[in-house]
């Protein structure tokens, strides 16, 4: 088979799995550094709420896309539960990028956190 086959379908293993992070520790480096937050979900999931100042980078575009990310700062991948983050992570690290996590527990994780979310206004 050529080509490479990305996300949780493929059931070869890539190598070691990229390291994650937590709500609570992203929020800490948010506060005190250049931290870039890569959202790898759908058009269509990103306006129901993302985090602020992150990047719309659907999973299937990170391959094509990491060079409008600076290899420097660091890296947190975002998705709705954490699996897509993941591998869009090794696909950063693969990449040649140092500092990238997963965020664990995704964007569920954020909000049961009590996060703000952008550009979700639920009905009153």
């Known amino acids: 088979m050529t080509g490479k086959l990305v996300g949780p379908w493929n059931s ?3 190598g070691p799995v990229a390291p994650e992070t937590t709500v609570d520790e992203l929020v800490s480096n948010l506060a005190t550094r250049s931290v ?4 790898v979900r ?3 999931e990103w306006v129901s709420g993302y985090i602020q ?4 980078m659907p999973m299937g575009e990170v391959q094509q896309r990491h060079r409008e990310l600076d290899p420097a700062l660091p890296v947190v ?3 709705h539960s954490g699996v897509r983050s993941l591998f869009s992570a090794e696909e950063l690290i693969a990449a040649g990028f140092a ?4 965020l664990s527990g ?3 994780a954020w909000v049961e956190a009590g996060q703000p979310v952008e550009g979700y206004h639920p009905t009153e």
């Not at 870039?36 to 959202?39: A, E, L, M, N």
């Not at 100042?53 to 719309?56: E, F």
């Not at 500092?99 to 997963?102: G, L, N, Y």
């Open 42 to 44: 759908e058009p269509e």
């Open 12 to 14: 070869a293993s890539r």
């Open 106 to 108: 995704g964007m569920v």
């Open 77 to 79: 991948t975002v998705c």
């Open 99 to 102: 500092d990238v996590r997963s």
């Open 36 to 39: 870039q937050v890569v959202d």
């Open 53 to 56: 100042g992150s990047v719309l």
